[in-house]
């Protein structure tokens, strides 16, 4: 069975950093194009980042450029999102997604797997 597990979320003031861990088991991680995912309330759901198998493709949605960083593990079949600076808009929930495709995408319905969500909150 797959599961996505993130992890790391909480309360934060604006100007602090989070760290999200995403652990996948079930799936080899490896073969895996990850994603970064977050929905705030009433709104849709918007990608965040994306990385490629190695580690060394990376996308960011323009907001969170500079200020967050995507990375992997994949000896430890984990996913890492880095979030500094953060601000009250980047109140979510964030999800992880796995997507077993050879191109990466912001589409989140091309995504195979997701996990739960870890709740992320900022205030001002």
């Known amino acids: 069975q797959v599961q996505l597990v993130e992890s790391g979320g909480g309360l934060v003031q604006a100007g602090g950093s989070l760290r999200l861990l995403c652990a996948a088991s079930?799936?080899?991680?490896?073969?895996?194009?990850m994603g970064w995912f977050r929905q705030a309330p009433g709104k849709e759901r918007e990608f965040v980042s994306g990385?490629?198998?190695?580690?060394?493709?990376?996308d960011y949605e323009d907001s969170v450029k500079g200020r967050f960083t995507i990375s992997r593990d994949n000896a430890k079949n984990t996913v890492y999102l880095q979030m500094n600076s953060l601000k009250p808009e980047d109140t979510a929930v964030y999800y992880c997604?796995?997507?077993?495709?050879?191109?990466?995408?912001?589409?989140?319905?091309?995504?195979?797997?997701w996990g739960q969500g870890t709740q992320v909150t900022v205030s001002s």
């Open positions: 990385i490629d198998w190695s580690g060394r493709s990376t």
């Open positions: 079930g799936l080899r991680l490896s073969n895996y194009l």
């Open positions: 997604a796995a997507d077993g495709s050879v191109v990466l995408t912001r589409r989140g319905s091309l995504y195979d797997y």
